[in-house]
């Protein structure tokens, strides 16, 4: 009975949908939108603000297969809002967009780290595959839910360094006390072995470098880092990023905005993005060898890796700060058992793909 139902009033809204369908969508179909993009990056910043798979590339992009049906208007940090309050911005309905980083707004939701980076946690290729595949995107929209907010990954750096140094680190002693600037999930496992960490703008961090106020600062990799001198204000550039093994990009958009677009252009939206995610990190991939040399052989930088015993103390520390939080919350741990029971299986593949390539081919 149940099933006849709702098959006759399944044929009834057919039948309305057809009758309506005509005039009012060719209408919609034509209607133009005028959108704003905000930035937690500055003007000018390769990779975060311009170049290929940049939101100034997305932008085009939309522009473009939307035949000017969707204009977004670009601001960098401090054009339009401070760096880090795109997400209001963006909940209350002020703007349309923004570029960011989920795990800049954790302290709404912790379980947003997840969808950005987990340290020692999955490659490029394993976070976007649970993101697109895993059920990810699905569990970040519905963190976002009661904000008024979807999320669309938006770009890739790949892995990550740990950072500048203006001192070398020798020995877990040496990370008492430090003062770095750092986000998401790092920041407190930082704190969890002795260190202090601050969250700055990207504009805020080669000054705060430079007078001593921080004594490291880590910020993405070599291509992007180089533009902004960090080797001017320390020379120590330690590898390897425990912290941050693929660091995903967020486009947050205004639930209600989302909604009023037409179906094509939500599309060409998420078609877009789609495209940044891939562009920007085989930029990255492409930029990063270049730029490292240049730092080595024209800047004097000191390539490191931390000691065993520092990353031994954030491996165990990181175990720590996770199982804290999901026994806070019924959605960190939501996210956290469908992340890591999807690393399970793609480290599986990983060490009998990747992990051979490189164990016995790369020299």
């Known amino acids: 009975m149940e099933r006849r139902k709702f098959l006759s009033a399944g044929a009834g809204a057919a039948g309305a949908v057809g009758t309506a369908f005509a005039a009012p969508n060719i209408v919609r179909a034509q209607e133009s939108f005028n959108w704003r993009m905000t930035n937690a990056y500055p003007p000018g910043a390769p990779f975060v603000t311009v170049g290929p798979g940049s939101p100034t590339d997305f932008v085009e992009k939309v522009r473009t297969m939307s035949q000017g049906r969707l204009n977004i208007q670009h601001y960098g940090a401090g054009e339009l809002i401070p760096a880090l309050e795109g997400f209001d911005a963006v909940t209350s309905g002020t703007i349309e967009m923004n570029a960011a980083n989920s795990y800049f707004w954790s302290g709404r939701s912790f379980a947003l780290n997840y969808f950005t980076t987990v340290p020692f946690g999955l490659s490029f290729q394993g976070h976007m595959s649970w993101l697109y595949h895993g059920g990810g995107l699905d569990l970040w929209n519905e963190v976002y839910e009661p904000f008024n907010a979807v999320a669309l990954p938006f770009n890739n750096t790949g892995v990550q ?3 500048w140094f203006r001192e070398p680190v ?26 202090e960490s601050t969250l700055l703008p990207a504009g805020e961090i080669f000054p705060a470098l430079e007078r001593g106020v921080i004594d490291a600062a880590e910020f993405v990799g070599p291509a992007q880092d180089l ?13 390897g990023g425990w912290h941050e093994p693929a660091t995903t990009g967020e486009l947050l958009i205004n639930k209600a905005a989302w909604d009023s677009l037409p179906e094509d252009l939500q599309e060409i939206v998420q078609v877009a993005a789609k495209m940044c995610v891939f562009e920007s990190q085989s930029w990255s991939e492409s930029a990063n060898g270049p730029a490292l040399r240049e730092l080595v052989e024209d800047h004097g930088v000191q390539l490191r890796e931390l000691p065993d015993d520092v990353l031994d103390a954030l491996y165990d520390a990181t175990g720590t700060v996770l199982e804290r939080e999901v026994e806070r919350d019924d959605m960190v741990r939501k996210v956290h058992e469908s992340f890591f029971a999807f690393k399970e299986d793609h480290d599986e593949w990983s060490n009998h793909s990747e992990g051979v390539w490189h164990r016995r081919i790369v020299r």
Request: charged share 15%; no cysteine.
């Open 170 to 195: 020798e020995s877990i002693e040496d990370m008492q006390g430090l003062r770095i600037r750092i986000p998401g999930i790092a920041a407190a496992i930082y704190e969890e072995i002795g260190a």
């Open 161 to 163: 360094f740990v950072g």
């Open 227 to 239: 533009p902004l001198g960090f080797y001017q204000a320390a020379s120590y550039y330690y590898t």
